[in-house]
């Protein structure tokens, strides 16, 4: 890539796999499990971390040098809160049905913790340009997650793949459903996140033997 | 009854934790040893109860469709009553549960040295975390009737994260003499326990509303409309009684 230098290139790279937000540095997860029993929900807010994050990583690492360092919590709740409210306002009003499935996690974007942790840990020490990169990466490391626990969860639970039905029909009994195949409506059901996550950690670390823990 | 009925709803049916992944990032974080965890409990209780009613007014006269009514009546301002403030609520809310913390904390300080020193690390975390701002969304998209029942709920679902909190910091406690698989270990099994039992406190979801549900689906409609009403009474009557301590 001639635009990214290769350190530049890690920003983006890192958290996809070793450094991933939800598996490794365990940010995020409280919104990173509720939607995800549909991937078209998993994938807008996917992306509206995306924004948020992006756009206040640039805006944090501009005003890094005149923020109080004391009262920084709340300039970052500010800024991430003034950005959450612009990304619900455009959901509303061009994807009404899915921000109503959404509901409060759009709201809940700002106690994100990837979005604060990102923000103590790279905004207020890097130039905009890194950070806007880093914001990206680490919007899309967990992006990814969502996207690999939505599509599990929606294929296996409802047989459908943002919404079309790539398994057959369950009714009219046709595809797999003609030869006895079920939908497992038990991975719709919000338990079924946490061990879906918790096998992708455990699928990740046994590949990755430099990742696991002591206890 | 509506209080009870609501509390422990928000306890076990609606639990924080299992039911709607709130706070999950410090639940993880903050629970390898069971003293830690009763201390960040404690304090998400205290602030889910201080933050749940106060943001509770903020929408209820500030925030909602019509809520500024109050300005026109007082003040003549023109066209309040249509007024919808209700996209500012993040950052409102928001806002107050920092500030609260920061308050919280002050106060604490001041006047329990003792219960700041347990209590005291914890307060900063709470502002990011979820479990709080969620408190306050939830209440708002439930339409919580009034600022009792938004108390309980608060209480209800601050104890609801304690109960869950402490519950897997003594697994995981337990489960350092056990062998877990070397790539489960830490984060991996924490998820799956937490699967678990999220799966066990689903049983409870027929507790409160199963039965009564399927009794009295016929004059449902009815019974709504005489619910409002009865609500409007009892809002009446809190906002009377709210002023004449005031007057007092």
Known sequence: MGLLSKKDAALITDPLADNNPITIQVLGICSALAITAELKASIVMALSVMAVLAIGNVVISLMRNIIPSKIRIIVQLIVVAALVIIVDLVLKAFAYELSKTLSVFVGLIITNCIIMGRFEAFALANGPWRSFLDGIGNAAGYGLILIIVGFFRELLGSGTLLGFKVLGDPIEKTGLYAMGYENNGFMLLSPMALIVVGIIIWIQRSKNTSLIEEN | ?248
């Not at chain 2, 049916?13 to 299992?18: A, G, H, S, W």
């Not at chain 2, 928001?94 to 003792?114: D, G, N, R």
């Not at chain 2, 108390?151 to 337990?174: H, Q």
């Not at chain 2, 009474?233 to 004449?244: G, Q, R």
């Open chain 2, 1 to 248: 009854m509506e209080h009870i009925e609501l509390f422990f709803k928000s306890i076990f049916i609606d639990n924080m934790v299992f039911a709607t992944f709130l706070g999950m990032c410090s639940y993880l974080a903050v629970s390898k040893k069971v003293s830690t965890a009763v201390g960040l409990g404690a304090a998400v209780i205290f602030v889910l109860a201080v933050t749940v009613p106060l943001n509770w007014l903020l929408d209820q006269y500030i925030l909602k469709e019509g809520a500024l009514v109050w300005l026109d009546a007082k003040y003549g301002v023109d066209g309040a009553e249509t007024l919808d403030l209700s996209f500012l609520s993040f950052i409102m809310f928001i806002a107050t549960i920092a500030t609260m913390v920061q308050l919280v904390e002050i106060i604490v300080e001041k006047f329990s040295p003792s219960l700041y020193n347990s209590l005291g690390i914890f307060l900063p975390l709470i502002a990011v975390n979820c479990a709080i701002l969620g408190g306050s969304l939830f209440m708002q998209s439930r339409e919580i009737p009034s600022l009792g029942l938004a108390l309980t709920y608060g209480v209800g679902s601050g104890i609801g994260w304690f109960l869950a909190i402490l519950a897997i910091a003594a697994i995981r406690e337990k489960i350092r003499y056990s062998s877990v698989p070397p790539a489960l270990r830490g984060l991996g099994i924490t998820f799956i326990i937490t699967g678990l039992m999220a799966i066990g406190f689903m049983s409870f979801g027929g507790m409160l509303t199963g039965g009564d549900e399927k009794k009295e689906e016929a004059p449902k409609v009815e019974a709504k409309a005489d619910k409002k009403d009865l609500l409007k009474k009892e809002d009446a009557k809190e906002i009377v009684a709210e002023n004449t301590k005031i007057n007092k």
